[in-house]
């Protein structure tokens, strides 16, 4: 949390229509902010004429933390799945608060998960400023964990002190 550096352990799935997209151009999503560093062969089943294609991945990505209420504060870190070789014609991610799960052995010190939010769309990409014919639209996915302190250790360690002087000014 503090230098807002994080990893990401997991899996990401795909279920599509195999006459859709190919398999190939699927693969080649990425995360804004962030690097995959590793990503496992696609593990490809057939569910109801679907396919599934799943990734076993880690994600090294940044995300800008707001500390304007330290000591008393939460975080929320943001996560960005796109695909840049497709376009809002071929697909659109899909995804649900339901099939974003967290596992419950993950934890940090200190700091407690007390919500998750996912939204589906488009990021634009602008080739020219001046002219928004111009604007190139790609899928994406915003997953978002929220965090929370679960100490007042860090309120009690600003507010006790000053509680001090104020006390002794008087």
């Known amino acids: 949390m503090v230098t807002n550096d994080f990893t990401f352990d997991g899996t990401i799935w795909f279920k599509f229509d195999p006459g859709a997209i190919s398999i190939d151009t699927l693969s080649k999503f990425s995360f804004l902010k962030g ?3 590793q990503k496992s ?6 569910i109801d004429d679907k396919l599934l294609v799943k990734y076993i991945i880690r994600v090294v990505f940044k995300s800008d933390l707001n500390y304007q209420d330290f000591p008393l504060d939460s975080h929320s870190i943001y996560l960005m ?4 070789f497709v376009s809002p014609s071929e697909i659109l991610f899909e995804s649900s608060r339901r099939e974003f799960t967290i596992n419950a052995d993950v934890s940090s010190a200190g700091w407690d998960l007390f919500d998750t939010a996912v939204r589906n ?41 000053l509680a001090l002087i104020f006390y002794l000014l008087v």
Not at 127 to 152: C, E, G, I, K, M
């Open 121 to 161: 769309g488009y990021i634009s990409s602008s080739l020219d400023p001046y002219d928004t014919r111009q604007d190139v639209q790609h899928p994406a996915t915003l997953f978002a964990l929220d965090y929370s302190r679960n100490s007042v250790r860090y309120a009690l360690s600003i507010i006790l002190p």
């Open 81 to 84: 799945l796109v695909n840049k």
């Open 35 to 37: 690097t995959i560093e």
């Open 41 to 46: 062969d696609p593990d490809i089943r057939l």
